[in-house]
């Protein structure tokens, strides 16, 4: 098994900056994709960032236009997402998500998870 903890979210004005942290313990050798989501109130999840062991492959959401950067640190089994330009309509929870597999938008692909940071973006 594998446990995901997220960190660094909280209230931010539009235009500020936030990193957010996922620490990973337990069967970390057997993660691969490790990746970020988030879910507004009302609305679906949907896939924020992700990237690979290596950290060769990355991927991002096309709607985020640069903004979002994803990071990874495998000495600590941690990954990160630095969030730049925040507006309100990226408030949301953020979730880690990790699996086995190669690095994919597709939520389904991802078999654990963590419970969440929220993020809140005033204007």
């Known amino acids: 098994q594998v446990q995901l903890v997220e960190s660094g979210g909280g209230l931010v004005q539009a235009g500020g900056s936030l990193t957010l942290s996922c620490a990973a313990t337990?069967?970390?050798?057997?993660?691969?994709?490790m990746g970020w989501f988030r879910q507004a109130p009302g609305k679906e999840r949907e896939f924020v960032a992700g990237?690979?062991?290596?950290?060769?492959?990355?991927r991002y959401a096309d709607f985020l236009k640069g903004r979002f950067t994803i990071s990874r640190d495998n000495a600590k089994n941690t990954v990160y997402l630095r969030m730049n330009s925040l507006k309100p309509e990226d408030t949301a929870g953020y979730y880690c998500?990790?699996?086995?597999?190669?690095?994919?938008?597709?939520?389904?692909?991802?078999?654990?998870w963590g419970r969440g940071t929220q993020v809140t973006v005033s204007s």
């Open positions: 998500a990790a699996s086995s597999g190669a690095v994919s938008e597709n939520q389904d692909e991802y078999a654990y």
């Open positions: 990237i690979s062991r290596s950290t060769i492959t990355t």
């Open positions: 337990g069967r970390t050798f057997s993660i691969n994709p």
